[in-house]
């Protein structure tokens, strides 16, 4: 796999230099670089929420919003031929502008909704995260129709000045390359029009539109009384701007829509404004909140009145490190403070408790002496698992099998001079190994969302907003990756061949150009790393050790990004811990010795998003709550044993788990990061 890998890279890179189209890659760079746009740009006004939480609502819309909007559709348009016998064709060119763009509007900012619903935490977050999360979920639902639609036509796009144009019918489209992505503004994955015309890509309208309505969202959730009402006029103008947009590209007809389509038409010009609008009154409204949650809330502060300074001075002491627990304490702060303005009870005061640890200890190891010894990126990297080791674990090697057929097809297919790779996958051979290929990926994101759900209460009922969000995340997108896979199941059942219309007349745009069932196949086995990352690696488990004064790092950890972040508050607490007034030499009994909490943040013991108090009660639940060994030798440990193993045990890794063992007085705590849930406890002394 690690060849493929290599091989991956050389392909993309003479793509780059030989200015071929590398069509699926640059399409999702441009979703996602729209995204990082506006998140850079709302990180000024008041974000609270995580940047890859914002990037795991890309496969949200994509998987979640995306499929859910097609049966939507589907259902309607079928539905409706039926009960009037009508002709389905003229039912979906009317339903085109008038039906889809409320029911995709709608979809796509549902996830939102339910979170605002359901989570006692929904208050965290401002209203800049609604609209950044919103722009997430836009992007993964325009990039499903541009994916489904041009991921397979490599071999018919041509070069032009910003990227490369496909053409289809009288339509052209171009797909941005590299330069024109990075030096625009939320471009679109793929821009069509009848006759192109130079100019760049356009503005992405999913994004746009979805940014808008999170603002929308936002409103509705965060606002009290009847100004919350005001939070739908963003939702209606979208859905009616996309009604618009979609009946003038359709070319039809009506008194109606002939008197209102050119007044929407017009607003359309300026699509590319409406999240700097969304973002600019977010930020007014968030920018007050924190104003005034600082001013009722002084000692979350920082050195006083030289607060910026003194971060400033501290985010620069160890860098990467100390940059990113800056960013991170801001953060949570954020979060804290817009619970306060909303008047939240319910998570604020234990949410308080871990914002207030972490302000206390970075106030501590603001010296050039607490981070003396600290390791840097290099020496916590050289000690990450060899890619040897990684491969003696079934489930990596399961992860990486099921991503070739992927990788090849969209990645190393992806250029015209081995277009043949996907033509391989489409013929009948092929087309029995993606069927294989398929039944196994379903098996396992069935197997990961059961994981999912038995945490999922865990997540929801935690201080923080940000795992109960990618938990409910992850749920949605898996399940739509997994109908998506049983849909295409049965219709490969049915008889139809791999290089086959997945689907015709759900919109009148997708008629244009309909993906082949293939592609539709490999995009539901693409959630086995796009819903879960880092798939397969986060389960390899044991021995990802970097060296902290003997601090043992997460077997999750394996990319790069999340190495440092994982180690970045370890590092904060040992330094913490180093630089106490009361010293670590001399230390004897209990009173001296430092307790295994103290390494990790309060609210993520061993990186499983839970407090040390909350694994202990986890354990002994699982354990029989005290129940008796399956001999009848000795009792299980109590809740009140377990903790203190937790706090103050001599910890070491299991080799071929993502799993901890913790061994004090004869009690032994073995801690499953991957589920915290099914911990468990032994009595070793008979």
């Known amino acids: 796999m690690w060849t493929t890998v290599r091989i991956v890279g050389i392909a993309v890179a003479y793509g780059a230099t030989q200015g071929t189209p590398h069509v699926t890659l640059f399409m999702v760079l441009a979703a996602a670089w729209g995204v990082l746009q506006l998140a850079a740009l709302t990180w000024f006004t008041g974000r609270s929420t995580r940047l890859g939480t914002a990037l795991l609502a890309i496969a949200v819309g994509a998987y979640g919003c995306g499929i859910a909007a097609l049966l939507l559709q589907f259902l309607y348009t079928r539905g409706l031929a039926a009960l009037t016998d009508s002709y389905i064709g003229e039912v979906v060119r009317t339903a085109s502008y008038t039906v889809d763009p409320i029911i995709e509007e709608m979809v796509k900012v549902l996830p939102l909704v339910l979170i605002g619903l359901l989570l006692r935490q929904r208050f965290q977050w401002g209203l800049t995260d609604y609209v950044v999360l919103g722009a997430g979920l836009g992007a993964g639902f325009g990039l499903l129709e541009a994916v489904l639609r041009f991921s397979h036509l490599a071999d018919q796009a041509r070069s032009a000045g910003e990227g490369w144009l496909v053409q289809l019918g009288l339509s052209s489209t171009l797909i941005p390359d590299l330069g024109a992505t990075l030096t625009s503004w939320l471009p679109a994955p793929a821009t069509s029009d009848v006759l192109w015309v130079s100019g760049g890509p356009q503005t992405f309208m999913h994004l746009a539109w979805s940014a808008t309505a999170g603002l929308g969202v936002g409103v509705l959730v965060r606002g009290r009384g009847a100004w919350r009402l005001l939070g739908v006029l963003p939702l209606v103008w979208v859905s009616a701007e996309h009604a618009a947009v979609n009946y003038d590209l359709g070319l039809a007809t009506s008194t109606f829509g002939d008197m209102v389509a050119p007044s929407f038409m017009a607003a359309h010009g300026s699509l590319w404004v409406y999240p700097v609008i969304a973002v600019a ?113 079934w489930s990596v090697l399961v992860w990486l099998v099921l991503l070739v057929p992927t990788v090849v097809f969209f990645a190393i297919g992806g250029l015209p001079q081995t277009a043949f790779l996907q033509n391989a996958l489409t013929s009948t051979v092929g087309g029995h190994l993606l069927v294989v290929v398929l039944v196994a990926a379903l098996a396992l994101l069935v197997w990961q969302l059961l994981t999912v759900l038995r945490g999922l209460r865990g997540a929801a009922q935690g201080p923080s907003i940000d795992p109960a969000v990618r938990s409910w995340f992850r749920l949605a997108g898996g399940l739509g990756a997994v ?47 796009a819903i879960f990352p880092p798939g397969g690696l986060a389960l390899a488990g044991g021995g990802v050790a970097a060296m902290a004064g003997g601090i043992s790092i997460s077997g999750a950890t394996i990319a790069t990004t999340a190495v440092v972040g994982a180690v970045s508050g370890v590092m904060l607490a040992e ?5 106490g007034s009361s010293g670590s030499s001399g230390r004897s009994g209990d009173s001296g010795r430092q307790s295994n909490t103290d390494k990790f943040p309060a609210d993520d013991f061993e990186g499983t998003e839970y407090s040390a108090d909350d694994l202990a009660s986890m354990v002994h639940r699982h354990t029989g709550s005290g129940d008796l060994h399956i001999g009848g030798s000795a009792p299980r440990p109590t809740e009140a044993e377990i903790l203190d193993v937790l706090k103050f045990g001599r910890s070491s890794g299991l080799d071929g788990q993502n799993a901890v063992k913790y061994i004090k007085d004869g009690i032994r705590v073995i801690i499953n990061r991957d589920m915290p849930w099914r911990s468990t406890s032994y009595n070793m002394r008979g």
């Open 575 to 579: 330094a913490a811990g180093d630089s």
């Open 483 to 529: 109908v998506t896979g049983l849909v295409v199941l049965a219709t490969v059942i049915g008889g139809t061949p791999m290089d086959h219309k997945a689907f015709t007349n759900f919109h009148v745009l997708d008629a244009l150009a309909g993906a082949i069932l293939a592609v539709l196949l490999l995009f539901a086995v693409a959630a086995v790393i």
């Open 281 to 393: 009154i977010a930020g007014w409204f968030d920018l007050r909140d924190g104003a005034r949650g600082r001013a009722a809330l002084p000692e979350l502060r920082l050195g006083g009145p030289l607060e910026p300074a003194t971060l400033a001075g501290f985010a620069v002491r160890r860098l990467p490190w100390t940059g990113l627990i800056a960013l991170r304490f801001v953060r949570a702060r954020r979060a804290l403070i817009y619970a306060r303005a909303r008047g939240d009870s319910t998570s604020f005061a234990s949410y308080q408790k871990g914002v207030l640890e972490v302000r206390d200890r970075i106030e501590r190891t603001n010296s050039a002496a607490a981070w003396r010894n600290t390791p840097g990126v290099r020496e916590v990297l050289a000690r990450l698992p060899s890619p040897r080791s990684l491969l003696r674990s």
